[in-house]
């Protein structure tokens, strides 16, 4: 809840704030155009780096790998290019940060050490379910519930029965 509050009442306010300081040392028409210019420039290289970002997705499902990676790089990427069409310095900062590469391999390293954290606790709670230790409730870690017993039953087309169509 903080995060939101501090992404859209914080933030803004600091853009303004920047915005009417940079526009009263060098001007508001000079102001505007710097805006544009960060946003144009910006666009035009989250446009270069995604494609190499593909082109290492697309060479990585060739050798029938998984490309998590890039795909997590590509989510980077259009968060930074939100943050560049956003009218002001702060958040062009911020977007540009996500184009620069070693900058985005840190945040993505981050990201994907969270995922696989998640990905793993939720792999070892289905192999607990699939090994009969019944469900799993996550909430107070306990194992309980109704175990049900049943049979599948498949029927033919030459089943007798009517079926509703």
Known sequence: MRFLFLLFVIVPIIEITVLI?????????????????????????????????????QERMRHNEVPGQEMVEGIVLAVGGALLVTPGFVTDV?????????VRKAIVRLLLSRF????????????DNRAGYGPFDARNGSRDGDI????????????ERPRIQ
């Open 21 to 57: 300081k940079v526009g009263q040392a060098i001007g508001a028409w000079y102001t505007v155009a710097l805006v544009l210019l960060s946003a144009f420039i910006g666009v035009n290289m989250l446009r270069h780096q995604g494609l190499m970002t593909l082109a290492r997705a």
């Open 94 to 102: 911020m977007g540009f940060s996500c184009l620069i590469p070693a």
């Open 116 to 127: 696989t954290l998640i990905v793993s606790s939720q792999v070892q709670a289905d192999f």
């Open 148 to 159: 049900i017993d049943g049979e599948v039953v498949r029927r033919d087309d030459d089943d």
